[in-house]
């Protein structure tokens, strides 16, 4: 026995030595991610669609802008790496890096910068935000580093806008295809869209910026709309991180366990009951006013989100400049809300439909709401509706609806209630006013009190029922860092993140 036993302990050692090895190797190798999401965006062009869901896949991971918005909120350079405007306000000078280069090898330029500038502004542009770019009158590109923006007016957000997703640098020759085949300039290049399971990224080995190029070299975003399936994908392992939890009444269940990590964040996520003010007889005022009188807005946060989410007056958050806390403005009465309804001829109650994208926060908020407006004689019959296709067919589009229910993601974007086809309806002249010389005062003092005016106008006008802002509520494993704890504009922004050995 003894020969036999020579033999085999070196064998042993070697396969043990073998597996500690490779287990060892796969712990240092673990530089990819797989971060789940609960909606799969339709496209991946950022510029000419607008659910937030494409650039949370794509902005800062694929695209870059001329300036970008960092975890904090703030303006910071980026494709342009310094700018002049002139004293009128009305002229800006941006002077562009060289040496970028788009994924498919073509150089960033200003002719570059013009062509994404002019097709967002265009006739033709699908651009979600294409009224931040109509206040261009003249792009010029002299050189190719330097770019010269002539303005229609001074616009004292322009810098900020230029950082949002729909703003980002579109390489021409491959701007037609970049909505399922994106090409940009950022530390990950496209590598795979598997429909209705993941879209599949990997590190941009050239990436200009060697300060900020990525320890990861693959990043997965995996599709997983159902919040059940979410919990247990991150628990199995499965995805290493879900950076919006979908399950609130499981957020804590998580707490003790010492592989995860959760965190609670602000974000800009305001949960409205949009009123489609063109039909009657929401284009009465007072029966906006008697729907929002009718809303306990803390129940509604209790009922829909867990008790996770801060009330809200109007269209703003509380993270952002100039906000007004508008939330005893049309507070809970239904006694009110009954008087009211009864002064606009409605003592009998009426009937109301509202489309409910498929969304967790929708649809339990739409059932709170159905109850507590019950309570005042108003009848409200849910009707599912597919987002985003259909509700954006329907809804955003069409117009075909009395109320539906949708978070609103992009920061500062009171500037919709002045779009005259929004889905909204919403036409106020002194509105469209004070917002125009909100978005042109050159003084942060001015521009934000003129905000404030603009947000007790939307408070006493109720072109939408407004409700809460849903906190971020993420859940990834405990030494993946560098995930953004706060959304101040909605992303999944990779370029910081990694694991901790």
Avoid: C
Avoid at 30 to 48: C, H, Y
Avoid at 69 to 94: H, N, S
Avoid at 301 to 316: D, K, N, Q, V
Wanted: glycine fraction near 8%.
């Amino acid at each position: 026995m003894q020969p036999i036993r020579r033999r085999r302990l070196p064998t042993l050692l070697a396969a043990a030595f073998a597996v500690l090895a490779l287990s060892t190797a796969g712990a240092a190798a673990k530089d990819g991610v797989v971060i789940a999401m609960g909606i799969e965006p339709a496209g991946l062009d950022p510029t000419i669609a607008a659910p937030a869901a494409i650039g949370q896949v794509t902005w800062q991971n694929v695209f870059e802008g001329l300036t970008r918005i960092d975890r904090d909120g703030k303006v910071r350079p980026q494709l342009a790496e310094a700018w002049d405007i002139a004293t009128d306000g009305k002229t800006y000078t941006f002077h562009l890096r060289s040496g970028v280069r788009f994924h498919n090898g073509v150089a960033f330029d200003a002719a570059t910068a013009k062509f994404t500038l002019d097709r967002a502004r265009g006739e033709k542009s699908t651009n979600p935000q294409k009224q931040f770019f109509e206040t261009i009158e003249r792009i010029e590109a002299p050189d190719a580093q330097t770019l010269v923006l002539s303005l229609k007016q001074p616009t004292g957000n322009l810098l900020y806008w230029l950082g949002w997703p729909t703003a980002v640098m579109l390489e021409p020759s491959s701007a037609e295809d970049d909505r399922t085949h994106p090409i940009g300039t950022g530390p990950f290049v496209f590598d795979g869209w598997r429909q209705g399971v993941s879209v599949d990224l990997k590190r941009n080995e050239a990436y200009w910026d060697a300060a900020r190029r990525p320890q990861l070299s693959s990043a997965t975003f995996r599709f997983i709309a159902d919040a059940q399936a979410q919990a247990a994908a991150v628990q199995s392992g499965e995805v290493d991180a879900v950076p919006e939890f979908g399950a609130p009444e499981l957020f804590a269940s998580f707490k003790d366990d010492p592989r995860l990590e959760t965190v609670v964040g602000d974000t800009e996520l305001k949960v409205v009951a949009g009123l489609n003010l063109r039909k009657p007889p929401l284009d009465d005022v007072r029966v906006r006013q008697a729907l929002m009188m009718a809303i306990d807005r803390q129940v509604v946060i209790e009922g829909a989100w867990s008790g996770f989410g801060t009330p809200i007056g109007s269209h703003y958050t509380p993270n952002d400049p100039g906000y007004v806390d508008l939330t005893g403005r049309l507070a809970y009465d239904p006694a009110k809300a009954r008087a009211l309804l009864a002064e606009a001829g409605h003592a009998d109650g009426l009937d109301l439909t509202i489309k409910v994208p498929q969304m967790t926060y929708a649809t339990r908020s739409a059932e709170v709401l159905q109850a507590l407006l019950a309570e005042v004689g108003v009848r409200l019959t849910i009707v599912p509706t597919e987002f985003p296709a259909k509700w954006i067919d329907e809804v955003f589009k069409r117009h075909d609806f009395d109320m539906t229910i949708v978070a609103h993601a992009e920061p500062l974007d009171i500037g919709i209630y002045a779009r005259p086809d929004y889905y909204f309806g919403y036409r106020n002249p002194q509105f469209d006013r004070v917002l125009g010389e909100a978005e042109a005062a050159t003084e942060t003092a001015r521009r934000l009190e003129l905000y404030g005016e603009a947000q007790r106008m939307l408070a006493d006008d109720v072109p939408a029922l407004y409700l809460f802002v849903m906190p971020k509520l993420g859940v990834w494993k405990a030494g993946l860092k560098g995930l953004w704890a706060n959304e101040p504009i909605p992303s999944n922004d990779l370029t910081e993140v990694r694991w901790d050995d």
